[in-house]
């Protein structure tokens, strides 16, 4: 069974980094697979960030691209999403969710999110 | 980009009664090289994280009912509900994953009369 579960701060101040940690099981990013981070600002549609493969691949979503790094930790089972200068419209849910299962790349389970706060 | 429009914005169903929900593509997500078309459908419920419900255009996923069903060609897809239930309220997603950056539809919300 796989779960995915996003840990981070609740709040941020602006131009301040967010680090926001994925730790997940059920699979491993080693060998298949990969982790997409997903937002969701307050009475917004979702928006997908950024995806890594298990080979290291890495995409981002163009808008954001140049504040965005996602990596991967294979021996924690953990995928980290780094944003830099956060302002407050970048409050949101984060989302991290597991893509790979099923023989196709859709994102067949979801973390519970965590609520990120951009505020001074 | 490409931008998925999806219509209804919301969308006021009776149970029992079926539901179409439409998403419309700037370009084709068909892909020649493979034969599948990467659309796939989500459903947010109430207060929950969202759920994959149909992958690759018209495949369920595991344990979806089978009142849900994806089809559409191209550019032009819709989301069927055969008969409507009342757990079946939330919010619709269409995403595309043919090409980056992945995009999501600006959702349906579906509401139960």
């Known amino acids: 069974q796989i779960t995915l579960k996003e840990s981070g701060p609740a709040l941020v101040k602006p131009t301040q980094t967010l680090t926001l940690t994925c730790t997940f099981s059920g699979f491993s990013l080693s060998d298949d697979g990969a982790v997409g981070w997903i937002r969701q600002p307050p009475g917004k549609p979702l928006e997908w960030l950024a995806l890594i493969y298990w080979d290291d691949d890495k995409r981002y979503t163009t808008s954001l691209k140049t504040r965005l790094t996602i990596t991967k930790d294979t021996s924690k089972n953990q995928a980290v999403l780094i944003m830099t200068d956060m302002d407050p419209v970048d409050t949101a849910t984060y989302y991290c969710?597991?893509?790979?299962?099923?023989?196709?790349?859709?994102?067949?389970?979801w973390g519970r999110g965590t609520r990120v706060t951009v505020s001074s | 980009d490409v931008v998925l429009t999806q219509t209804p914005v919301s969308l006021t169903v009776t149970p029992g009664e079926p539901a179409s929900i439409s998403c419309r593509s700037s370009q084709s997500l068909f892909d020649s090289d493979d034969a599948y078309t990467y659309l796939d459908w989500y459903l947010q419920k109430p207060g929950q994280s969202p759920q994959l419900l149909i992958y690759?255009?018209?495949n369920r996923a595991s344990g979806v009912p089978d009142r849900f069903n994806g089809s559409g060609s191209g550019t032009d897809f819709t989301l069927k509900i055969s008969r409507v239930e009342p757990e079946d309220i939330g919010l619709y997603y269409c995403?595309?994953?043919?090409?980056?950056?992945?995009?999501f539809g600006g959702g349906t919300k579906v509401e139960m009369k």
């Open positions: 969710a597991h893509s790979g299962g099923l023989g196709s790349y859709a994102f067949d389970v």
């Open positions: 995403m595309q994953r043919l090409k980056y950056p992945i995009t």
């Open positions: 690759t255009l018209s």
